[in-house]
Structure formats: C-alpha cells, structure tokens
C-alpha cells in the first residue's frame, strides 16, 4: 500500500523559505514520478513541481520557476520541495502525489496523495 506523509508546512513571512518533506512508503513499481501540487481556498488544485523517480527530470510552474526546487533523498524515500523567495500568493495547502511513469503536470494523473500541509505566507 502505498502511502505517502507531508510534512514542514507552517507560517512563513514574505520573502522566506520553507521546505516542504513527502516521505513515501509502499512503493513497488520501478518506475513513478512525485508531484507537488497546491489548493488555495476557492482556487482549483495547481500543478506546481513534479520530478521522475531519479530526479533526472523536472517540471516547475512558472510561477515558481527560479523559486522552488524539487529534489529527493533516495536513501531516506523522502522527497522535498525547497520554496524560495516565498510570496503571499503561495499561500495554499500543498500536496505531494506519485503516479507511475513520467511527470505531468495534471493532477487527476497521480494515483496517490498524501494529506497536504498547510503554507501560509504573510506579507
């Protein structure tokens, strides 16, 4: 079963940073990707980062492009999203999800989610 733990979401002030962990377990297939994806309030879920299962690949927003850097501890089955440079406008709940094969950017194709972290950047 696979399941997946966010974790490192809080209260940031502008112009800050944060780093967002996803520890995953129950993973049995070679091949995934691990996305990153925010919900703000009465906002429809956005992709923001996703990167293949050796990190050899990655996709940003623009948005965040320059900003946040997605990456992985292989070791520790642990993925991160660094945030840089927060804005207020980044202010959502963020979620990580594996789907298996290659990145996209569309959440309904992820297979798993984990619960979300809230990030709140004030001005």
């Known amino acids: 079963q696979v399941q997946l733990v966010e974790s490192g979401g809080g209260l940031v002030q502008a112009g800050g940073s944060l780093r967002l962990s996803c520890a995953v377990s129950?993973?049995?297939?070679?091949?995934?990707?691990v996305g990153w994806f925010r919900q703000a309030p009465g906002k429809e879920r956005e992709f923001v980062a996703a990167?293949?299962?050796?990190?050899?690949?990655?996709r940003y927003a623009g948005s965040v492009k320059g900003r946040f850097t997605i990456s992985r501890d292989s070791a520790k089955n642990t993925h991160y999203l660094e945030m840089n440079s927060v804005k207020p406008e980044d202010t959502a709940v963020y979620y990580c999800?594996?789907?298996?094969?290659?990145?996209?950017?569309?959440?309904?194709?992820?297979?798993?989610w984990g619960q979300g972290t809230q990030v709140t950047v004030s001005s």
């Open positions: 999800a594996v789907r298996r094969g290659v990145t996209t950017t569309i959440a309904s194709g992820y297979d798993y």
């Open positions: 129950g993973i049995t297939f070679s091949s995934f990707s």
């Open positions: 990167s293949n299962w050796s990190g050899a690949t990655t």
